[in-house]
């Protein structure tokens, strides 16, 4: 059963939890409970913090601190920067609770029409990219006779099959026929993230097993030569640059994000590259077949820790805490009629989010009613950014066994 939280008039909250799997319950019959909007007790001078547009029923712009309150909390010994940092935090949270649905969707339509044009720079600038560098370090590693290099060569070679993978999932995505696929093609996205992460980590696996082949079979110095030198280090340049693009669109596109760790990934792979086969060819010899193992190693481990996050998306990982804090507290707003919050549940599907709300209305309440309050809200849901699909559910009582689990 869920538990049952009370929402009372407050003369200055400074604190704002909501609970995704509590009841907030806004019965005005009860004693000392009030869903009535009242005024924030500051004035638009007084609090340059105060949104505008919303009802505010819990009257949580009272709790607002102004830029005056934030420096003198910062001026505090010891704890005052965190101290500062925390209701900094709070006047955000605050700030996007009182923000009408509708602001938050057309925010991210913008967001996403802006960042149209940017994103297919992204993509095609990063495929040209990763061709002619391919051609590059192909030459190198054959010219080099570098385990290193040859490590660093084979990532950039499947740097190219990277793209031809993620942009035939991402286009296959937006395709799929509704009548054989009606949740829609968000995972698929994800199982083409999984797939290349898949691939990269396995190809690592052959350039380890081979790198200690060879420190155990083979003690030679390899031959210094520029040319190759000069080939990684112009890969490592045009990687930084693409590293930096992709680095301020990482979450406009999740095809952008995974570019953007692959290109931070052979920031790594070409510049320890560079340092293990000169370290190989004028010091030691074993640097260089101890450089090719850490390459691959260290790559591994970072498509192991990506492929990890995409199997979260798959299984249904939870959506964040403020995400789940914006879509109750919007719930507990949306109407009069609506009683209480029952539960709230936001999981992923994909790279996107299922929603499911549990409201309370009361009993006598017309099955029109109840249907069009829910069809509203569930309408209202979808458009928040990264929703895919909202689910509301309507009931007159909170004493019942959760739903959607298999009784014992």
């Known amino acids: 059963m869920a538990e049952t939280i009370t929402l009372t008039k407050i003369e200055r909250p400074s604190v704002l939890k909501l609970s995704p799997t509590t009841s907030i319950n806004k019965d005005p019959g009860r004693a000392g ?20 547009g919303r009802q505010d029923p819990y009257r949580l712009r009272d709790a607002l601190k102004t830029d ?29 609770l009182l923000k009408p649905l509708e602001e938050h969707s057309s925010d991210a339509q913008e967001a996403e029409q802006n960042a149209k044009l940017p994103v297919k720079i992204a993509i095609y600038g990063s495929f040209i990219a990763n061709l002619a560098l391919c051609v590059l370090q192909v030459y190198a590693t054959a010219t080099a006779g570098s385990l290193a290099i040859l490590a660093a060569g084979i990532d950039s070679f499947f740097d190219i099959g990277a793209n031809f993978i993620l942009g035939w999932f991402h286009r296959r995505s937006t395709r799929l026929d509704s009548s054989k696929w009606p949740v829609g093609g968000g995972r698929l996205e994800t199982i083409g993230n999984i797939v290349y992460g898949s691939i990269m980590a396995s190809v690592n696996l052959v350039i380890v097993v ?99 996050k995409q199997f979260g998306y798959l299984a249904g990982r939870s959506a964040p805490h403020e995400f789940l804090q914006l879509v109750t507290y919007n719930a507990a707003t949306f109407s009069e009629e609506i009683q209480q919050v029952d539960t709230v549940r936001a999981y992923h599907s994909g790279p996107n989010y299922f929603v499911e709300v549990d409201i309370v209305m009361p009993g006598d309440t017309p099955l029109w009613k109840a249907h069009d309050l829910s069809q509203q809200m569930q309408d209202k849901l979808e458009t928040l950014p990264g929703v895919e699909r909202a689910f509301v559910h309507v009931d007159h009582e909170t004493t019942h066994r959760p739903e959607h689990r298999k009784y014992e």
């Open 33 to 52: 409970t009030s869903a009535s909007v009242q005024p924030a007790s500051r004035t638009d001078e007084e609090n340059p913090n105060v949104v505008h």
């Open 68 to 96: 005056a309150e934030l420096t003198e909390l910062r001026n505090r010994r010891r704890i005052g920067k965190q101290i500062e940092k925390y209701h900094r935090g709070q006047n955000e949270l605050i700030g996007q």
């Open 210 to 308: 081979e790198c200690i082949r060879n420190m155990i079979s083979s003690h030679e110095a390899v031959d210094f030569k520029l040319v190759p030198l000069i080939n990684v280090a112009a890969a490592l340049a045009v990687k930084f640059g693409l590293f930096l693009y992709c680095f301020t669109l990482r979450n406009a596109s999740s095809q952008v994000r995974m570019l953007w760790e692959d290109h931070r990934n052979d920031l790594f792979v070409n510049g320890f590259a560079v340092l293990m086969y000169a370290g190989g060819a004028k010091l030691i010899w074993w640097l260089d077949p101890v450089g090719g193992l850490f390459i691959a190693v260290g790559i591994i481990g970072l498509w192991l820790r990506t492929l990890y």
